[in-house]
């Protein structure tokens, strides 16, 4: 019994803990896609991007971990202003092959470019002393980098939560996702809104794909290796949809986990099962307008 009961613990930490990656990643496409309707592929480079980032800032600037994965994302949400206006935004309108094919291409563009600069081999990111061994709860200890990510996502999500819930931009950024036509007639300027929620977005999935690093890892293959998890929490979860993403990421997390963890070789079945049968029940995800 003591086995089961740890098994089900184990299971249902490092899901959380995966859970929460994939939220902060993941969020800022549902959103955009929410917004704006773009089918963005690339959203992983920008992640893939971050963890890149940190490792460079850390090895050769010696800067502290928090702080290059800090720095990290406000760079990344800079850069991702300018693929923005200068690609993106001549998109706008035009039909999902297009979009595809232009992101599914900056998707190749980001791995040869991280190959060429870091070279083919995965990097590692030195964790702080304070961030490795355990944490002892009393009933049992815990890795002390997952519980760290859990609590830094929880304050994240917590903190999306209270901006899209409660402030000014947050009910534009709703209104806009309804419906945007009526938010431009009141006078709402959903581009601008657009390139806010996409730079911050992009800042989000870069901070992930650095806190993410030991979970996921960081090699050239990311943006391709996790697009489809990242794609199925947005489908799953409802476009535009915060709590969406949220809810999406803890159940396909968790039930990865599980599967990982209970059937390794047929591991990828199960959350693909959840997928098809809550699209089946909800085709436009949990959360998302009918």
Known sequence: MDLVLNAMVSIAFDGLSFAILLFVISVGLSVTMGLMGFVNLAHGAFAMVGGYVTVALMTHAGMPFLAAVALAALGVAALSVVFERLLYARF????????????????????AGVTFVWGPNPQIIQTPDYLTGQIDFGFRKFPTYRVFLIVVGGAIAAALFFGFDRTRIGAQIRAAVDNRQMAESVGINVGRLFTMTF????????????LGSEILGIQPTFALDYLVFFLIVVAVGGLGSVRGAFVAALLLGVINNAGNYLYPEASG????????AVLLWRPAGLYGKA
């Open 92 to 111: 706008y309108g035009e039909d999902e092959l297009k979009q595809v094919l232009l992101t599914i291409g900056l998707v190749f563009m980001a791995v």
């Open 269 to 276: 079945f199960f959350i693909y099962v959840v997928v098809i």
């Open 199 to 210: 730079a911050l977005g992009s800042g989000l999935a870069a901070a992930g794909g650095a």
